[in-house]
């Protein structure tokens, strides 16, 4: 295995090269919050897999379920006239986890692009329905994450995931990000920030002609952006543009979705109720790729109530499959059980805190996010006073002497994120500041 690794694999989003030269890591097991590389070293998983394993890795409730429905009916087709039980629950269960941000439609996907995807193309055909058919571009925030589909792609905030990719679609136009850190406007303030952000939206609609934009996406909190929390007033702001300019609110909550932050959505935490959401990852906390969009009830009307124009003409081979849904119906019912979002508050403070403290301690340590819920994002800099990003060995060095020293951290750009299951105890917390401490002293 290891002399084989990516000879005939490709790893996603790196350098074909560079994975033969510094070959990935095997992982072979995991159990709780550890995982298990193929030397038998064993390590706190700060990542949480991909910011998904809610859970953990060892939830038997998931596996019997996962492994039941195997039996069962491992699949059938949701084209075409038919479902299954399991979909029919899972939509049930993901449904009530979110009536509270006003959603009351879903639909099943296998991931997170997919379900990013289907909330875009189905707020075109919305407003289309609608009478509305000049209704087509989409806006977005710059270091915006939203997968890897072209329309993803097209609304993602982040060149390096769009540049070899062009044309994407047309019509997508993109706003600074609320990341007081570096922003165009070299304001520090969160608060005056969004106001700021807010401005350019306006602007940017005007600019546009209102009647042409369809919708606007945007994560609640920035994930792979690098953890960037906004001012609390920030996505009202957004909520307040949109309905003033009849423009749909997309929330990706792919990983804001089930507890993660520490309440069961990201739009929740800030008090707004978008008009679609797109989830993944917590959904079946990776033992199954699941995802779902979701519509609002004001959305969904639209398409039940009219014409043969409402059919909606999207789907995957394997939307509802009957083995994801399994995994949904189980990994919902656990972090329910478990209250994972209970959790997730006070570890998530213990992490943040732990890492400010470092702060004090190690200078490369430009700035440090999160504070809500388990998502923590470090920014490393090799100059705090110009705020120069670290070198690439650098980066690579701390993330290895965190791993040898206890922890799996994933290496943003020129960041360090951490995304651990929601279910880790305090001394695992204590686990990756010790790990982190070590990578920061050897850089
Ligand atoms: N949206 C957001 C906010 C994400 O973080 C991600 C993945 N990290 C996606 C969409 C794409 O999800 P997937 O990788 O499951 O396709």
Redesign the pocket.
């Known amino acids: 295995l290891k002399e084989n690794n990516a000879r005939q694999l490709w790893h996603p989003m790196g350098h074909p090269r560079e994975s033969q030269e510094h070959p990935p890591k095997i992982i072979t097991k995991a159990h709780g919050v550890k995982i298990t590389d193929i030397d038998g070293h064993s390590v706190v998983d700060a990542v949480g897999g991909?910011?998904c394993v809610n859970l953990g890795y060892s939830n038997d409730r998931i596996k019997e379920a996962v492994s039941a429905q195997m039996v069962d009916l491992p699949y059938y087709s949701a084209f075409a006239g038919s479902t299954n039980p399991a979909a029919i629950e899972a939509a049930y269960a993901v449904q009530a986890f979110f009536a509270e941000d006003g959603m009351e439609r879903v639909f099943f996907t296998s991931?997170?692009?997919?379900?990013?995807e289907t909330c875009l193309r189905l707020a075109r055909q919305y407003h289309r329905l609608r009478g509305e058919p000049t209704r087509t571009k989409f806006l977005s925030l710059k270091k915006g994450?939203?997968?890897?589909h072209f329309g993803?792609a097209s609304v993602n905030g982040n060149n390096r995931f769009r540049i070899n990719y062009e044309p994407l679609m047309p019509g997508c136009f993109h706003i600074p990000s609320p990341y007081t850190y570096r922003n165009p406007f070299h304001e520090t303030d969160p608060a005056k920030l969004a106001q700021l952000i807010a401005q350019s939206m306006e602007d940017e609609i005007a600019f546009q002609d209102p009647s042409t934009i369809a919708a606007f996406i945007m994560?609640p909190i920035q994930?792979?952006g690098g953890v960037i929390v906004p001012h609390e007033t920030f996505m009202p702001l957004m909520r307040d543009i949109c309905d003033r300019h009849g423009i749909l609110m997309i929330s990706?909550e792919?990983?804001t979705g089930f507890g993660r932050t520490g309440d069961w959505s990201g739009a929740r935490h800030w008090g707004v109720q978008p008009d679609m959401m797109?989830t993944?990852?917590g959904i079946t906390s990776g033992y199954f790729p699941v995802?779902a969009a979701l519509m609002s009830g004001k959305v969904a009307e639209v398409f039940e109530t009219s014409g043969a124009d409402g059919g909606i003409y999207h789907g995957y081979t394997y939307s509802a499959h009957p083995v994801g849904a399994a995994a949904v119906i189980a990994c919902l019912e656990e972090t329910l059980r478990l209250d994972t979002c209970a959790n997730a508050g006070p570890r998530g403070t213990q992490l943040f805190e732990g890492v400010q403290a470092l702060a004090q301690k190690h200078d490369i340590i430009g700035d440090v996010r999160g504070g809500h819920g388990l998502m923590t994002g470090i920014e490393i800099v090799s100059d705090k006073a110009s705020k120069t990003p670290m070198d690439a060995e650098t980066m690579k060095r701390i993330h290895q002497t965190a791993y040898e020293a206890g922890a799996m951290v994933r290496l943003g750009m020129h960041n360090i994120l951490m995304s651990p299951p929601l279910t880790i105890s305090e001394a695992e917390v204590d686990t990756i500041l010790a790990a982190l401490d070590a990578g920061f002293a050897a850089a």
């Open positions: 991909l910011w991931g997170g692009s997919d379900s990013v994450y939203h997968g890897t993803g994560e994930g792979a990706d792919v990983i797109s993944a990852k995802g």
